[in-house]
């Protein structure tokens, strides 16, 4: 299981039907370190099979991909992180 910190995860959300809430964070904020622990306790957005809107036909269950999504927010900034399962990393652009 790889857990990644995304600053920008707009395009999990492409097909995403439910209401989407986006909770004030109290102090302290979150500290961006790659370490999610601390997201746990606000409600994530889970990522299934039924969000998949581009390569659905090659998706082999949880374990190849899926995750979770939280947003949050404070005075001075938008905090967005993921964490993702994914079978094996690609990155065919930079």
Do not use: H
């Amino acid at each position: 299981m790889k857990r990644i910190i995304l600053v920008f995860c707009a395009l999990l959300l492409t097909g995403y039907a439910e209401e989407i809430t986006c909770p004030y964070i109290p102090d302290p904020p979150p500290f961006i370190d790659g370490e999610i622990s601390e997201w746990y306790k606000i409600k994530g957005i889970e990522i299934k099979e039924e969000n998949i809107t581009w390569g659905k036909e090659k998706w082999a269950g949880a374990e190849d991909l899926s995750g979770t999504l939280w947003v949050g927010w404070r005075q001075e900034c938008l905090y967005i992180a993921a964490e993702v399962i994914d079978d094996r990393f690609v990155q065919n652009m930079s």
